[in-house]
């Protein structure tokens, strides 16, 4: 039995299907990113990826002949035998964040401004299931552990405070760097083997990396997670009908799944109604920002920024929307964006000199 249940375990083909069910299962069940349960899971596992990776730091360091465990208490000497499965634990500590991440950032994320971010973040979350010889590396450890504490409280902090702002981005980016040099302090501690070349050549990666996401925020290449859009589209009117909105706009019989505008009349009034999810008790102001191109080659220019405050709470995402008239001929787009400039989605519509086809007219609700 013994026999057989390794040689199932070793089949090439288990990681992959692995893997792949663990993000199908990550998608169905982390559902909303301020949700309590998921919030804490990914806190626990960031609290136990701390005490391994500092267990790992300590046992690479020992000192002398006599084994680190052993001058421990009792009550955790046994950790010191399960030493040769710390790699795995690990890896799947940080399979699981890796994970989490991509989905909440991809939810939030508008590709044109924040594809390296994420393709970073998914690299990292393929390239974990091939780590696991290499993670007990504690410069590679470490560096790691910086990145998903950055990436937890740079949203977590929004989640909790109700604020969303440079000024509490910058909070997440600081804290992060504390928990990560607190992880160091602890294998250093008390550890004749430990120097400080030690600590720069371990804190210095970490360090780097947490500066080069700053950047990222700032160059807005970071999705403005807990933010994220739900719905968009172009209607030729937006009406209220009780805790509803009606949305008009042409559609063919053979357009099936079509909900909103592709092409527009000109010269007619035109609505940009979203929906954004926002965490419960956040509250915070999103732009709806038109640009122009008068046609292929030529640069967009910026025609207006139509400020809407939202409040969090709603499954499906605050609803809102901006008004324009008398539109020109051309390519138009609005991004809808955080106060600080980062993307949550784009609409598009190409706006033509003809008229409106009436027959073509459909409402459906949101």
């Not at 990681?15 to 069940?29: C, H, K, N, S």
């Not at 301020?34 to 136990?48: A, C, G, P």
């Not at 790699?87 to 994320?109: D, E, H, V």
Request: aromatic share 16%; net charge positive.
């Amino acid at each position: 039995m013994v026999a057989r249940l390794r040689a199932t375990f070793s089949n090439p083909l288990l990681p992959p299907l692995f893997f792949f069910a663990g993000v199908g299962y990550d998608t169905l069940t982390l559902t909303r990113i301020d949700r309590l349960q998921d919030n804490l899971l990914l806190l626990l596992y960031l609290v136990l990826l701390g005490v391994l990776i500092i267990l790992t730091g300590r046992e690479e360091f020992r000192t002398g002949e006599q084994e680190f465990w052993e001058s421990q208490p009792g009550w955790i000497r046994w950790l010191g035998r399960a030493q040769p499965y710390y790699p795995m634990a690990t890896q799947f500590l940080f399979g699981g964040l890796f994970s989490a991440y991509a989905i909440f950032y991809f939810r939030s994320a508008s590709l044109t401004s924040s594809a390296i971010f994420l393709f970073l973040l998914v690299g990292l979350l393929v390239a974990n299931e091939f780590l696991k010889d290499r993670l007990t590396n504690l410069s590679l450890l470490v560096t790691l552990y910086a990145l998903v504490c950055f990436s937890f409280f740079t949203f977590f902090l929004p989640v909790v405070t109700g604020w969303m702002n440079r000024a509490v981005f910058l909070a997440g980016a600081g804290l992060s760097a504390a928990t990560v040099f607190r992880v160091v302090q602890l294998i250093a501690e008390d550890n004749p083997a430990w120097t400080r070349q030690h600590t720069v050549n371990t804190l210095a990666p970490a360090g780097a990396v947490i500066a080069l996401l700053i950047g990222f925020y700032f160059l807005n290449w970071i999705p403005p997670v807990p933010l994220a859009m739900k719905f968009g589209g172009i209607y030729h009117e937006v009406r209220r009908a009780g805790d509803r909105f009606e949305l008009t706009f042409e559609k063919g019989w053979f357009e099936l799944l079509k909900r909103s505008d592709t092409d527009f009349p000109a010269g007619e009034p035109v609505y940009c109604f979203t929906a954004v999810f926002a965490p419960v008790n956040l509250d915070t102001t999103v732009y709806h920002h038109w640009y122009y191109r008068a046609g292929r080659g030529r640069p967009s220019v910026h025609a207006d920024r139509i400020p809407i405050r939202i409040s969090g709470g709603r499954e499906g995402g605050y609803r809102a929307y901006s008004f324009k008239q008398g539109l020109d001929a051309g390519e138009w787009r609005v991004d809808v964006e955080t106060e600080d400039g980062r993307v949550l989605g784009r609409v598009t519509i190409r706006v033509e000199a003809r008229p409106t086809d009436l027959s073509r007219l459909t409402t459906i609700t949101y």
